[in-house]
């Protein structure tokens, strides 16, 4: 079992900056790929980013459109941390936001690929 802890979440105006963490916990995950989602309220869970283990092959990113460009994935996996830095906020970007972790090293945008998940830290942009 992995255990997935989101932080960072606030309340921000827009154009701010925030960065949300993940750590993890349990079963090693070496070789998890990792994932950040997020849910809007009415809305369905989107994905958001995404991020490979660092293997032979380097470091696979991917990111949904409306946030390419102005959010960043990362990760340390000494600290078994993920990021999220996200900057130019909109208030469109509010929503609950979920961190996941899947048992193998590519990346996904589906949902149902990813093993487990965190509980979720609030992130609030006002105009």
């Known amino acids: 079992q992995v255990q997935l802890v989101e932080s960072g979440g606030g309340l921000v105006l827009a154009g701010d900056s925030l960065r949300l963490s993940c750590e993890a916990s349990?079963?090693?995950?070496?070789?998890?790929?990792m994932g950040w989602f997020r849910q809007a309220p009415g809305k369905e869970r989107e994905f958001v980013a995404a991020?490979?283990?660092?293997?032979?092959?380097?470091?696979?990113?991917a990111y949904a459109d409306s946030v390419k460009g102005r959010f960043t994935i990362s990760r340390d996996n000494a600290k078994k941390t993920m990021y999220l830095q996200m900057d130019s906020l909109k208030p469109e970007d509010t929503a609950v936001y979920y961190c996941?972790?899947?048992?193998?090293?590519?990346?996904?945008?589906?949902?149902?690929?990813?093993?487990?998940w965190g509980q979720g830290t609030q992130v609030t942009v006002s105009s």
């Open positions: 991020v490979s283990w660092s293997g032979l092959n380097g470091v696979s990113t």
């Open positions: 349990g079963r090693t995950w070496n070789s998890y790929a």
């Open positions: 996941a972790a899947r048992q193998m090293n590519s990346v996904r945008r589906e949902a149902y690929a990813y093993d487990y």
